[in-house]
């Protein structure tokens, strides 16, 4: 009777698990027409899933829920409705059974910045023209104006825009930016009165900036269209972290001097907003290619030398969704970087070669090889937490075994071997019991997109402490919604310290380097001792996650 009341308990529990897995799909619009107009004009939307009838669903624009008045068509893939007179520029929104959908930028023409006219006597750097009005992530753009500085000393600002769980129409959020990126290769040029940028991955339809240290130009709107894809950066969590280096001083004579490179949490479209809480020391360079440089001169025997620091950054998920067929891959400055060879990523090497060839075989298309590359690595290598001993790139592909920093390093250099622009990310991961452990993932570059993340790792069942869920909260009943997951799509448990491997320079040319490998920041120099500094010891800490918030 036990055994009976056991299965049916069990089927009914399926029964549920299936009933609430199978919630309302979100709408999707996928163009709005006009993008700038007038408030009370009618604007038309194209898309999917709004439902055959209103009912109870609504659009939103910037906030605001037009009256019922105003719907003059809602079907299935179509919506006409009325901007509300008092309306201002901003996204829209389609809600539908309880869902929303993705988000479209609509402009009030009467409010869109326009470039400035006529004579400007001051420093503040001004925009006179953009061209084209629009692009693409990875597109060049030509800014005309003044004031700009015969040399960079300030950015290129385009907006930016994350899902939010949490709707409020009575709140409009101010807008946000992100800055043209460096590992881009973002500045072409920079002069007084001109700006070559590539626009940068992350960035949406909206207004442009320039900013230096005279101050921000008068924003100038720019489109952000005909992407081969969706980029959603979502569920947004707020860290709160702490890392420290402690120094003792065996045996010292003067002079000397110890270098320290310490990486801070590297900037981009996903993670973002990184403030520094506090520190116990000031660095010597506060950006040396990436990380802040700390001198510590003429040290003692017995002294103890402490830095601590504390950051606090946002954190987000990110979910892609990829037209392949819509995909144009070209030659450009930023596929010749990131295609290269090196120490770290031998993707010259005949055999890592051969086997991106063989993976690969006849496919042009760079996303289908990406996932090609993915899917053979997550199928044919046994990924664990850690190896006995470490393991070249070469003898992994022999052995089919890795660890997440070689597995990471793999899916970089066959990429690579196969022509796709790719960069290694180090970092952390955050397990749902708080721990943190290191860890490596990767991000491949499509043209007029921008960058696609992947977990080869946690793609192949890696798993650190309790973690047993996706990022969507439901139960992985096996490796295939890991492997389906984290080719495109991204986690918000993880902090990125280093997006490349960072190739530092020694200071001294008589100093002595120390390095640290498979530690959560990719860069060749950590420590550089100088003079007569005969023996210390040094201690990196973990990285300790002291505060966490969502929203």
Not at 2 to 9: C, D, M, P, V
Not at 457 to 473: I, P
Not at 501 to 526: A, C, F, T
């Given at each position: 009777?036990?055994?009976?009341?056991?299965?049916?308990?069990?089927?009914?529990?399926?029964?549920?698990?299936?009933?609430?897995?199978?919630?309302?799909?979100?709408?999707?619009?996928?163009?709005?027409?006009?993008?700038?107009?007038?408030?009370?004009e009618v604007i038309t939307l194209t898309g999917s899933l709004f439902g055959e009838s209103r009912d109870e669903s609504y659009v939103t624009i910037a906030g605001i829920s037009p009256t019922n008045s105003s719907y003059q068509v809602w079907q299935d893939d179509l919506i006409v409705v009325r901007v509300p007179e008092l309306g201002e520029s901003g996204l829209v929104y389609v809600h539908a059974r309880g869902v929303k959908s993705n988000g479209v930028l609509f402009s009030n023409i009467n409010t869109v910045p326009r470039p400035a006219e006529g004579e400007d006597f001051s420093l503040v750097p001004r925009i006179t023209s953009i061209s084209p009005q629009s692009g693409v992530p990875g597109s060049v753009m030509v800014i005309s104006g003044s004031n700009f500085g015969a040399s960079r000393d300030g950015g290129v600002f385009f907006s930016w825009d994350f899902e939010s769980g949490v709707f409020n129409p009575y709140i409009i959020r101010e807008p946000e930016y992100i800055e043209v990126s460096e590992i881009e290769l973002g500045y072409e040029s920079w002069s007084a009165r001109e700006i070559r940028v590539r626009v940068p991955d992350g960035a949406i339809s909206g207004n442009i900036e320039v900013r230096t240290n005279n101050g921000r130009s008068r924003p100038v709107f720019f489109d952000v269209s005909d992407k081969p894809g969706s980029k959603v950066l979502k569920d947004k969590r707020i860290y709160t972290i702490t890392y420290s280096v402690d120094i003792r001083v065996l045996e010292a004579t003067r002079p000397n001097s110890l270098y320290l490179w310490i990486p801070k949490p590297v900037v981009s479209p996903a993670q973002r907003n990184i403030n520094l809480i506090s520190r116990s020391a000031e660095p010597y360079m506060e950006n040396y290619r990436g990380a802040s440089l700390y001198k510590l001169d003429n040290l003692g025997t017995g002294a103890n030398q402490f830095i601590n620091l504390s950051f606090r950054l946002e954190v987000y998920a990110v979910e892609t969704n990829i037209r392949p067929q819509s995909i144009r891959q070209e030659p450009s400055p930023l596929s010749a970087m990131y295609t290269q060879s090196s120490a770290l990523i031998p993707c010259d090497d005949p055999q890592i070669k051969s086997a991106a060839a063989s993976i690969t075989g006849r496919e042009q298309n760079p996303y289908l090889k990406s996932r090609m590359i993915y899917d053979w690595i997550t199928a044919n290598m046994q990924i664990t937490r850690s190896l006995p001993s470490q393991i070249s790139l070469i003898n992994a592909l022999a052995e089919r075994q890795a660890d997440p920093y070689t597995a990471m390093l793999l899916y970089t250099a066959l990429s690579r071997a196969a022509g796709i622009p790719c960069i290694p990310i180090a970092g952390i991961y955050l397990d749902r019991s708080g721990r943190t452990s290191r860890h490596y993932w990767a991000e491949f570059w499509?043209?007029?997109?921008?960058?696609?993340?992947?977990?080869?790792?946690?793609?192949?069942?890696?798993?650190?402490?309790?973690?047993?869920?996706?990022?969507?909260?439901?139960?992985?009943?096996?490796?295939?919604?890991?492997?389906?997951?984290?080719?495109?799509?991204?986690?918000?448990?993880?902090?990125?310290?280093?997006?490349?491997?960072?190739?530092?320079?020694?200071?001294?040319?008589?100093?002595?380097?120390?390095?640290?490998?498979?530690?959560?920041?990719?860069?060749?120099?950590?420590?550089?001792?100088?003079?007569?500094?005969?023996?210390?010891?040094?201690?990196?800490?973990?990285?300790?996650?002291?505060?966490?918030?969502?929203?």
């Open positions: 009777m036990k055994a009976g009341n056991s299965t049916l308990t069990f089927f009914i529990l399926i029964i549920i698990t299936l009933f609430l897995s199978c919630g309302p799909e979100a709408p999707v619009i996928s163009s709005i027409d006009p993008k700038i107009g007038r408030m009370g499509i043209d007029g997109f921008g960058w696609v993340p992947v977990d080869p790792a946690m793609g192949a069942g890696v798993q650190y402490g309790n973690q047993n869920q996706n990022e969507e909260g439901a139960e992985q009943a096996d490796l295939s919604g890991y492997a389906d997951f984290y080719f495109g799509n991204l986690d918000n448990q993880r902090i990125a310290f280093s997006r490349g491997d960072l190739l530092l320079s020694q200071m001294e040319s008589k100093g002595r380097v120390v390095s640290h490998p498979q530690s959560y920041s990719l860069q060749n120099i950590w420590e550089e001792a100088v003079g007569g500094l005969e023996s210390y010891s040094s201690f990196w800490s973990d990285i300790s996650i002291s505060g966490v918030y969502s929203q």
